[in-house]
């Protein structure tokens, strides 16, 4: 896959051959090859290998994928229509079928289908420029000039929001199965059947009240606290610990698998106000990890600096500010412009010590404040996007997680807010998002208090 993601198509082609020579039941390496053959310029071994991955996996829309593509390039629009009809009957709502579809139809003046079809591909992805593009021509074509030219002027919209979907003759894009699969590593091939030799024990349950007459900041946050950051400080290689809690924060590096405190490197950011978390990531694009850290007075930005000390920067804002106490946060490139954001999942405001209550909590006794997400300007400010995006309404949050749920190559957002449903908001591409947990199957509400992602 990493061959083929640096255009190296003839490498990807080797290396694939080579996996089917050591194993040659491999599923993955034998649905791929006709991939790395079909943009490698090999058209019609790329179709005879399809052919042969179809007969084998009934059920991969991979390979009758490619022999569409690989007959449209030869010009055989009956074979490829055939093959984009095979692949919608495996997969109903494959934008990248319909929009081939829709240009076979095109191609042979049969308008009114062209129409239809790029109208279905748009109601799955409202951000594929090609569907709305030959949506714009289909009904010029038919007549309905109005309607095109609408069509034309929402095709302008999507391709200028900067997120699009824009078909070419380039690997990743041509639609969904034409993309390589990846290895999840559990693969049957891959696995060892032997079980495991390792245990788990029940641990404490979580407990989200703060001890009865506590009204220190470092007793309020020590029900929070514990987090654990692993990322590779000093790029040397191996991962590094950061560790947060009452204590504030605390830095071990990994120096050939034993662990040294380092914490006196870290500059500014060896604070010792308690700590709830925190979370990794390059957001000024120089190459060296920055930290984020979530403390009882607010989030906190450190900005990695020549030599490895981190420097405090103020975490500039337009529009908004950051949740007070927060537990989860995540730097992400929502918009996809090559900048990380920043995702901060709103927990609950602290009570004034006088007045809290014993037995008080930040979660479900609290009051709950919202989450944020600030968009990253690219100079060192953000701007608050969060009522634009459409995730105001999420607060009590304990857990957040960046993902692509639906394998759009967008980024998705899960948010768990404390004994409700988890919310899984889908990336629209408009810079907004939609939540679609209930329609997904997510459980309803629940005592949650973490999340992963996996395959």
Not at 280 to 286: L, Q, S, T, V, Y
Not at 384 to 411: C, K, Q
Request: hydrophobic fraction near 40%; aromatic fraction near 8%; charged fraction near 20%.
């Amino acid at each position: 896959m990493a061959l083929l993601e640096q255009f190296d198509y003839k490498r990807a082609v080797e290396t694939f051959r080579e996996a089917l020579t050591s194993n040659p039941s491999m599923r993955l390496a034998r649905i791929n090859l006709p991939i790395a053959l079909f943009y490698a310029g090999m058209n019609a071994e790329a179709a005879e290998q399809a052919r042969a991955a179809s007969r084998v996996y009934a059920d991969a829309p991979q390979p009758l994928f490619i022999l569409g593509l690989a007959a449209r390039v030869d010009n055989r629009t009956d074979e490829a229509a055939d093959a984009f009809r095979r692949v919608l009957r495996l997969d109903p709502d494959d934008a990248g079928a319909k929009v081939n579809l829709a240009l076979i139809a095109m191609q042979e003046r049969q308008y009114a289908d062209a129409v239809e079809l790029s109208r279905s591909a748009l109601a799955i992805e409202p951000y594929n420029a090609t569907a709305a593009y030959n949506l714009s021509l289909a009904l010029t074509r038919t007549g309905n000039t109005a309607e095109g030219t609408r069509a034309m002027q929402r095709f302008e919209e999507i391709r200028a929001a900067g997120a699009a979907v824009t078909y070419s003759q380039t690997y990743l894009e041509q639609g969904r199965y034409a993309e390589a699969l990846a290895s999840t590593g559990a693969e049957a091939e891959l696995v060892n059947q032997a079980p495991s030799g390792s245990r788990f024990i029940d641990a404490a349950a979580f407990d989200s009240s703060r001890r009865p007459g506590s009204t220190t900041p470092s007793d309020v946050a020590e029900p929070l606290a514990g987090g654990v950051t692993l990322v590779d400080l000093d790029q040397d290689g191996d991962l590094d610990i950061i560790a947060t809690g009452p204590f504030g924060v605390r830095c071990l590096r990994n120096d050939q698998g034993r662990f040294v405190d380092a914490t006196a490197t870290l500059g500014e950011a060896s604070i010792v106000e308690p700590a709830t978390g925190a979370v990794a990531g390059d957001f000024n694009n120089d190459g060296r990890p920055d930290l984020l850290v979530l403390t009882m007075s607010g989030p906190r930005l450190f900005m990695q600096v020549e030599g490895g000390a981190f420097k405090n920067v103020a975490l500039k804002s337009a529009g908004g500010s950051a949740p007070r106490v927060a537990r989860s946060a995540a730097f992400v490139d929502v918009d996809h412009d090559g900048d990380l954001d920043i995702l901060i999942g709103g927990l609950a405001d602290p009570p004034p010590s006088a007045s809290a209550p014993a037995g008080w909590g930040f979660v479900g006794t609290g009051r709950p404040t919202a989450s944020r997400l600030f968009r990253n300007n690219g100079n060192g400010t953000f701007t608050d996007i969060t009522e634009a995006a459409g995730l105001s309404s999420v607060s009590s949050v304990v857990a957040v997680a960046p993902t692509d749920f639906d394998n759009r190559r967008d980024v998705d957002l899960v948010m768990v807010p404390y004994g409700s449903r988890p919310r899984l908001f889908k990336n629209l591409r408009t810079g907004a998002f939609e939540d679609v947990a209930a329609a997904v199957g997510l459980p309803d509400r629940g005592p949650y208090t973490s999340v992963a992602m996996g395959d």
